[in-house]
Nanobody
């Protein structure tokens, strides 16, 4: 599985962005997908995950009111809608996929087998 994240950029605080992650291969609908982020000088952290059908999702508690993960299996794409962006949301955002045999909306990096290259989101004041 190859993942290509896009949609990052410079946005003012309070604004919105939608990140996309396009996956190659025919197995996308069978992969649990996730988003992580890494802010400058910090460790990478879990943002959100979504199940195979898109019905089940999980999100970091502090982001639930502003971030939404969705997927479109017909387009082999997972999205992260980010609203009311704050300065502290500045980070490189990575999409990731669990291997086909793995279940569960995991929140740890080690549980994801495939990673995209990341897309930079910069929130300005």
């Amino acid at each position: 599985v190859q993942l290509q994240a896009s949609g990052g950029g410079l946005v003012q605080a309070g604004g919105s962005l939608r990140l996309s992650c396009a996956a190659s291969g025919r197995s996308f609908s069978r992969n649990i997908m996730g988003w992580f982020r890494q802010a400058p000088g910090k460790e990478r952290e879990f943002v959100a995950a979504i199940g195979r059908s898109g019905t089940n999702t999980a999100c970091k508690d502090s982001l639930k009111d502003r971030f939404t993960i969705t997927r479109e299996n017909a387009k082999s794409t997972v999205y992260l809608q980010m609203n009311s962006l704050k300065l502290e949301d500045t980070a490189v955002y990575y999409c990731a996929a669990r291997s086909l045999l793995k279940d569960g909306l995991a929140s740890e990096e080690k549980d994801y087998a495939y990673w995209g290259q990341g897309t930079l989101v910069t929130v300005s004041s």
